[in-house]
């Protein structure tokens, strides 16, 4: 969240955190209708979209400053997955690293993440969270990596 909009490599699509002279333009579609700028229902005024993962929102809750993470395409139902902000960037650098690194040897033949990659994730998330089940309950919740 600064100055430039940042993609860090995934699994899958890219995650995508916009600079903060767009923040409120990254609103639509999430906060509000982008053609009328009428609210849109079902999305809460605490709720600040700050990152997401394709068609997945992370959100910033105002009034406790944890990060919900929630699925596009019907009611939302986020939850929390980051205690803080830089909990949430951190991890995202550690699957970036993870991606990047593995390059092309990331998947199997049917594009499943190798284990040797799974367990990375997990170890380095669980020693930067202190917790082997925060690190499994978080890489649960992003897919693919539990």
């Known amino acids: 969240m600064g100055p430039s909009d940042a993609w860090i490599q995934a699994y899958g699509n890219p995650y995508f955190l916009p600079c903060l002279s767009r923040l409120w333009n990254y609103q639509a579609g999430y906060r509000y209708n982008p053609d009328t700028h009428e609210p849109l229902s079902g999305w809460d005024d605490d709720w600040l ?16 400053a944890v990060i919900l993470h929630a699925y596009h395409g019907g009611p939302w139902r986020p939850e929390v997955v980051f205690r803080e902000l830089s909990e949430m960037v951190t991890i995202f650098a ?12 990331l998947t199997d033949d049917t594009s499943i993440i190798l284990p040797r990659y799974r367990e990375e ?14 690190a499994d309950a978080l890489l649960r919740r992003l897919e693919d990596w539990d």
């Open 49 to 64: 979209a700050i990152a997401d993962q394709g068609y997945a929102v992370f959100i910033f809750s105002r009034a406790s």
């Open 94 to 105: 550690i699957l970036g690293d993870i991606v990047e690194s593995a390059g092309q040897m």
């Open 121 to 134: 994730a997990h170890r380095r998330i669980g020693k930067h969270l202190q917790s082997t089940a925060r």
